[in-house]
Structures are given as C-alpha cells and as structure tokens.
C-alpha cells in the first residue's frame, strides 16, 4: 500500500497485526504479566525501523543506530521506561520519540560501560535490511523528527493495510481485494470501474459497489488503529490528517 518498497522484518513475520494499542504497551511494562514478552516483541517488530531510521538522520553510522535502537528496547524494561507511558498523556508515537531522544543524549555514558545494554538483547537487527530501507527514504532537508513521523505514518497504514486484506482473504475475495486496493490510493490514476469488472467476470455496477464498501472498511479499520495509539482526548481524525501529512514531510 504506502510502503514505497519491500520492506523485510529482522525478526520472524508477527502472527497478529502489530498496531500498537495501549494496552500491549502498558504490558510490556509489566514484567510479571504473561503477555508481556510477546507485547514486547511486537513493540519491537514494529517499531524498530522509524526509530532506526532516526538515529541514522541523526548521522549515527548504520550499526551504531542499530546498536542504540536494540538497546533502546533493553531500557525501555531495564529503566521501567514503558511503566510511565500513560495514555491519558497522549499519542504512543511522540511518547516513544521523547524516550529515544533522552537514550541518545545519553550515549556517550554507555560507551564507558563494558558494551551496550549489557551485552543483553531482545532482537536482532540486520543492519543491510535497515539500510535497504533507509535509501528510499528523502534526502534532502527533512529533519530526523519528520523522517521518523513519516515512518510510523506509513507503518500504521501499511498494518491498517494488511488486516484489510486478511479480512478479504478470509471471505474467499482474495482477487476482489487485489484488483481494488487501487482505488484506496491512486485518486484520479485509479482505473476505471469497467476495467476492472472485466477482469474479474463483475459488472461495472458491482464494483462500484464493492469499491465503496472496502474504503468504508479501511476507514473504519484506520479509526480503530489510530484510536489505539492516542489519549481518550486526542481527536481521532486530526490524529489521522497528522499523518497523512507526515508522510509528506509536512507534518510530525
């Protein structure tokens, strides 16, 4: 969908989606609770990447940033960093934003201990994968703020994404998904209802149909996932307009 590229994961393929809802966050936190390793690894599956990518526009080197990002993940339970979040606080993004750049403020501390969170970690980056990513990403005057606020925008609407197509698999309309997840992205370049009718042995009538009911879907499937990651009261639909413009660059 919005992802511009392949965009492979370190660590194995998540069984659930990974959009993050507070409370997997305020699990993770807790140690003692069951979930917590597997809300954990979610946290870390998804979100390693636009915290990755800022510390590279901060001009860490490519395995310092995924050194810092791993270990980051380490303090997040080492610190009790996760046991402040609190959702009345507002959005999950800029929380852990706020976190990551109080770990790189101090680095030059951990670069006196005997190595970087104590030599423990919770997943492995593959420094090519993150590179791979990180050359599509803009190069001229975006700030590291905006290049990470662009990744967590598109990391959201690419799960949005797949729990769409998951839910059209399951139907048995894995081709009516496929020929029009266009018309959730393309505007005025979409193709024409007849077009894709034909292909699919459908009257032009039916797809408009069912073009109508899958954006239906999607938006509410992104109200949900946004919902899940803002304070009780954040407007949801400004959340949504945020990032929409981050992944222009034009907004954080």
């Known amino acids: 969908m919005h992802t511009e590229h392949p965009s492979p994961s370190p ?3 998540r069984a659930a989606f990974a959009t993050t809802r ?4 305020l699990a993770a936190g807790q140690r003692s609770s069951p979930a917590a390793d597997d809300a954990l690894a979610t946290l870390c599956q998804t979100y390693w990447y636009p915290l990755y990518a800022f510390a590279r526009r901060r001009g860490y080197a490519p395995e310092d940033a995924a050194d810092l990002t791993q270990s980051f993940f380490v303090s997040l339970i080492d610190k009790g960093f996760l046991r402040t979040a609190d959702q009345q606080r507002g959005r999950f993004r800029s929380f852990l934003l706020t976190v990551f750049k109080r770990f790189l403020s101090h680095e030059h501390e951990r670069q006196q201990t005997q190595k970087r969170g104590g030599g423990r970690s919770l997943f492995s980056i593959d ?12 190069t001229d005057d975006w700030t590291p703020e905006k290049i990470y ?19 059209y698999q399951q139907k048995g309309k894995a081709d009516l998904f ?15 209802h007849a077009e894709v009718a034909e292909k ?16 239906q879907r999607y938006k509410e499937l992104l109200q949900e996932a946004v919902a899940q990651t803002i304070g009780p009261e954040e407007s949801i639909t400004e959340e949504i307009t945020r990032l929409r413009l981050a992944v222009r660059g034009g907004g954080a």
């Open 11 to 13: 660590v194995p393929h």
């Open 22 to 25: 507070w409370s997997v966050v």
């Open 127 to 138: 420094v090519a994968v993150g590179e791979q990513r990180y050359q599509y990403e803009p």
């Open 149 to 167: 606020a662009r990744r967590w925008a598109l990391t959201l609407l690419d799960d949005v994404m797949l729990r769409l197509e998951a839910e």
């Open 178 to 192: 496929a020929q029009c997840k266009i018309y959730l992205t393309a505007g005025t370049l979409a193709p024409a």
């Open 200 to 215: 699919l042995a459908m009257t032009p009538a039916a797809i408009r149909v069912a073009v109508h009911r899958l954006r």
